[in-house]
C-alpha cells in the first residue's frame, strides 16, 4: 500500500513570492491535514481536510490556504512568501470511521521550504 | 499552547538499555498517538493507544495511557543505534467530531550510543 505523497520535496523561492505543495494520500484516506514544523514553533497545525470541506482550520494568517479534490489528493498554498515562512510542511491522512471518528494519521517525508 | 508536553527533552543511553519517554496533556482525548522523526524528514507513526485502553504493545513498544493523571509513556526496550532519533506525541482532542486535528508537544531527543 503506497503511503502519503509529497511533492515537491524541497523548494526555495524568493520573499513575496507563492508556492503551492501537494498531497497525496492513502489511497482510501478522506481525511488530510497540513501541518507546519519549524524549530521554534515545532509542529503546529494549519488545518484539516475531509471530503473537499475543510473542517478545521489553525491559528495562520489568511496567506495560508488549501483544498482538497475529489480524488481526495490535496495542495496547500502560501501567497506572499516571508522570511519566517520557512519550515517543513508535513501532510497526513487517515481514515475517518462513523463509529469512532479519525484512525492513525500517516504523514508523509514532507515539503521543505526554504524562503530568501 | 502546547497539548502535549514530552519529557524528558533529551535523552542520551547507551544501546540495549531502555528508554522511557513520557508527555502530558491538558485536556479530554480521544486517542493519543506516538510518532517518530528522524532528522528534518517525515513522522513515523508508531502507535495509537485510545482513551478507554491502558496499555498497548508493538513489537520493542509498550505505550501506557493514565487519562486521570492526562499523561502516556512510550518505552522502548532493548535499544538500537537505529532509534536514534526524535518522538513526539499527539494529541486528538475531538471524539468522532468535524474538527480532527493533533496536537503536538515538542518530542525527545532520544540518542542511543553503539
Known amino acids: 500500500k503506497a503511503g502519503v505523497t509529497q511533492t515537491p520535496r524541497y523548494l526555495i523561492k524568493t520573499r513575496g513570492q507563492q508556492v503551492t505543495l501537494s498531497c497525496s494520500p492513502i489511497?482510501?484516506?478522506?481525511?488530510v491535514s497540513w501541518y507546519q514544523q519549524t524549530p521554534g514553533q515545532g509542529l503546529q497545525f494549519l488545518f484539516e481536510y475531509f471530503s473537499e470541506t475543510q473542517r478545521n482550520k489553525g491559528n495562520f494568517p489568511g496567506r495560508f490556504s488549501g483544498r482538497q479534490f475529489s480524488n481526495s489528493r490535496s495542495e496547500m498554498n502560501v501567497s506572499t512568501l516571508e522570511l519566517g515562512d520557512s519550515a517543513l510542511y508535513l501532510c497526513?491522512?487517515?481514515?475517518?470511521?462513523?463509529?469512532?471518528?479519525?484512525?492513525?494519521?500517516?504523514f508523509g517525508q514532507g515539503t521543505r521550504l526554504t524562503v530568501v | 499552547s502546547q497539548q502535549g508536553e514530552e519529557d524528558p527533552q533529551a535523552l542520551s543511553i547507551q544501546e540495549g538499555e531502555n528508554a522511557t519517554m513520557n508527555c502530558s496533556y491538558k485536556t479530554s482525548i480521544n486517542n493519543l498517538q506516538w510518532y517518530r522523526q528522524n532528522s528534518g524528514r517525515g513522522l513515523v507513526h508508531l502507535i495509537l493507544?485510545?482513551?478507554?485502553?491502558r496499555e498497548k504493545h508493538s513489537g520493542r513498544l509498550r505505550v501506557t495511557l493514565d487519562t486521570s493523571k492526562k499523561s502516556s509513556s512510550l518505552l522502548i526496550t532493548a535499544s538500537r543505534a537505529a532509534d536514534t532519533a526524535s518522538y513526539f506525541c499527539?494529541?486528538?482532542?475531538?471524539?468522532?467530531?468535524?474538527?480532527?486535528?493533533?496536537?503536538f508537544g515538542k518530542g525527545t531527543l532520544l540518542t542511543v550510543n553503539p
Open positions: 489511497s482510501g484516506h478522506r481525511s
Open positions: 497526513a491522512s487517515s481514515l475517518w470511521i462513523i463509529s469512532g471518528g479519525n484512525t492513525e494519521a500517516f
Open positions: 493507544i485510545r482513551s478507554n485502553e
Open positions: 499527539a494529541t486528538d482532542a475531538n471524539s468522532g467530531g468535524s474538527n480532527y486535528k493533533l496536537t
